[in-house]
């Protein structure tokens, strides 16, 4: 669906959300259909030596938080992929290595290349208003053998979603390899107030601009159930953060994994699991 210039800032400006809702909803079954997709992540600490539980049911480890220094990340990635087995391993931000490879004067290629000989095998994220470089990062990224697993907003620092969205249409020309945007911001900014309405419109109007990127993504640990489940109609396809674990104590509809599907099937859709490298891991 192509969108102009004018159109896209009469849809910025609408107050009719049920209609953007619509558009985007038609935009992201024109090229999903009705399948959604969902990950089961198991949250490790960056900490040298913390635990390292793998749940059977994970499809993604994912190393939390920035590392003290270069030696810490790569040390805390062998750890962690000599208990994952084949589950893949996901770490850190990219704009945290970016600093990390500045602050040690090393290049971020031979930063990246030394985790992936450690057992990296993707990168957590690439928060676009983080980053110092973002084309010249992500590149190295895979040159570096790595996979980027999603790009982000950090924070938002500008009301004006649309000219975002662009500057994610453009960064994806140069680069060509992101699979997924999460628009959602991942920190709240005072000045910018949030709520839920503007949160669908974005995820909206992210589906409509961002026509280059193949999934748009709403984390679900982060902006829970509800939230997920109202951005599954207006134009997300894909969620991240579902919890690897397999029981929670609260029966078996609460568990993580009946729960989701339970949310995707009432937002009209089909239930997908994948894993970290967005294989298929069940239909």
Request: charged share 25%; proline share 6%.
């Amino acid at each position: 669906m192509t969108v102009s210039d004018v159109e896209l800032d009469a849809l910025a400006t609408t107050h009719d959300i049920i209609n953007l809702g619509m558009l985007a909803d038609g935009e992201r079954r024109r090229r999903h259909g009705t399948r959604t997709t969902f990950v089961r992540v198991a949250s490790v600490s960056a900490a040298p030596r913390a635990p390292v539980p793998v749940p059977s049911a994970a499809g993604e480890l994912r190393i939390e938080g920035a590392p003290a220094n270069r030696a810490a990340a790569i040390e805390r990635v062998r750890e962690v992929a000599a208990a994952a087995g084949l589950v893949p391993i996901s770490a850190y931000s990219l704009a945290d290595l970016e600093q990390m490879a500045a602050r040690e004067s090393v290049t971020l290629r031979s930063l990246l290349e030394d985790l992936r000989a450690a057992g990296l095998e993707l990168v957590a994220e690439a928060p676009i208003d983080l980053m110092q470089s973002a084309r010249r990062s992500i590149e190295e990224v895979n040159i570096g053998g790595l996979t980027l697993c999603r790009l982000t907003v950090h924070r938002l620092q500008d009301p004006n979603m649309v000219s975002l969205f662009k500057s994610v249409v453009e960064l994806q020309r140069q680069v060509g390899v992101v699979r997924a945007f999460a628009p959602l911001p991942r920190t709240m900014n005072p000045a910018v107030p949030t709520t839920g309405y503007e949160d669908v419109k974005r995820v909206a109007l992210a589906r409509l601009v961002v026509d280059n990127v193949p999934s748009i993504q709403v984390d679900w640990s982060l902006y829970g159930p509800k939230l997920a489940q109202v951005a599954l109609t207006v134009g997300a396809d894909d969620v991240d953060g579902v919890s690897a674990a397999d029981d929670t104590g609260e029966g078996r509809r609460r568990a993580p994994l009946e729960e989701i599907r339970r949310n995707i099937v009432a937002a009209g859709q089909d239930p997908v699991e994948r894993n970290g490298r967005f294989d298929l891991v069940s239909a």
